[in-house]
């Protein structure tokens, strides 16, 4: 049963990350572009966590006492719990840069955008 | 039970991700990406990854929705997107996709104990942290020790993200702009969320301190209570107002912060050198190199919160200055 929960979960990580990506491809709108990144990078972040699991683990915090406990890889959990945190700033700064095309065109729909640039 | 309740959490994820995609309304997509981030951190608690489950929960449901909104607020609330080349970007990504899954036959199944990702430093880092540095949690002791130089890179990309939106968002906003109705100032006239609101308050902060603290034996440590901490003090500007919160923390109090919490982590890095160690080396901190150890991670995980709750509200408080 783990094992095809082992698969699924991989499945999901390729479904989410498609998902985002067919985001970022298709949608003019630059709200929707970085929402569509979020879902991106949270399906590799789903990815770096499903490969931390220990069958039979336990989160890693080190119980006194316990005799041959398992416990799940620390270093994924590392990578990504930093990951999350720079995440949210790099898509701030994205949505800075976003409003200020708001400003500036009044405009953020990729292709109204692209019309104003037009070379007259 | 556990196997059902998780593969019905990761449908649900796709189901929430597709709707994210599929509606034109932004508010409702933002509101269902924060129902994402929730059953996000949901699936990694299942997989044993109680801090990064925090983590998720604080940042993703939490920030990340506040700063999406407040960048609403200041562009436009419907998407008016064209509708070109989906078939041949819907090929492609079905493709894509495809070929993810057929390479995922090749991945060893989850929770195999004898993956290769289990083999190289993680058993070390399992079997020497009681030895080096005394805390039971192992993913403080990685994070702020064994791998402290990539924690004061993260804590610096941080830094360099907030100080980039306040320049971007600093330019003043064109006059002729019409004034755009805040989301954050309707809180202000409901009186239930006002009242819950303020009760909550305290004990989100408490509850911040202690994840800061208690970082060292539970799930926690600086980046989660930095962002815990942040939810209550921007949940407080939502109902309270923008120039309150302001009043109670001023803006360069919060911009302080963000660089005093980086300096401290460098500075303590810097007193392993002077002590006679390497960079980021606690051990030569105190007599006992174990105590050492465990004062360097206390001080560095301090800088770490303060720098991720500044850089936080700094950030809230440059899209809702804008309003």
Known sequence: MLEFLGYYNYWVFAILLMIGFYAVITRGNLIKKLLGLSIFQSAVFLMYITMDKVEGGTAPIIQKGAVDQLYSNPLPQVLILTAIVVGVSTTALGLAIVVRIKDVYGTIEEHELFEENRPQ | ??????????????????????????????????????????????????????????????????????????????????????????????????????????????????????????????????????????????????????????????????????????????????????????????????????????????FGLYVQFHGEYGPGGGFQAGAIIATALILHALIEGEAAALRSIPRRVLLGMVAAGALLYTLVGIAGIVLGGNFLDYSVLATNPVKGQQIGILAIEAGVGITVCGALLSIFHAFAARD
Request: proline content about 6%.
């Open chain 2, 1 to 206: 039970m556990i196997i059902v309740f998780a593969l019905f959490l990761l449908t649900l994820l796709v189901v929430t991700a597709v709707a994210v995609i599929r509606t034109e309304n932004l508010f409702v997509a933002v509101m269902l990406m924060a129902i994402f981030s929730l059953l996000m951190a949901a699936n990694f608690f299942i997989l044993d990854a109680a801090d990064v489950a925090l983590t998720e929960a604080a940042v993703g449901a939490g920030v990340t929705t506040v700063i999406f909104l407040g960048a609403l607020a200041l562009t436009v609330e419907h998407e008016r997107s064209r509708k070109t080349g989906r078939w041949l970007a819907l090929g492609v990504v079905v493709s894509t996709m495809l070929v993810l899954i057929y390479a995922t036959f090749d991945k060893p199944r989850l929770g195999d104990p004898t993956a290769p990702v289990h083999q190289h430093v993680a058993p070390w880092y399992l079997e020497k942290t009681p030895e080096l540095i005394g805390i039971p949690n192992v993913v403080t002791a990685v994070l702020g020790s064994f791998r402290g130089y990539d924690t004061l890179g993260e804590v610096f990309v941080v830094l360099a993200a907030c100080v980039g939106v306040l320049f971007v968002l600093s330019a003043s906003p064109p006059s002729h702009r019409a004034p755009t109705k805040p989301g954050s100032a309707k809180l202000r006239h409901h009186v239930v969320p006002k009242v819950v609101g303020r009760l909550l308050i305290p004990f989100i902060v408490l």
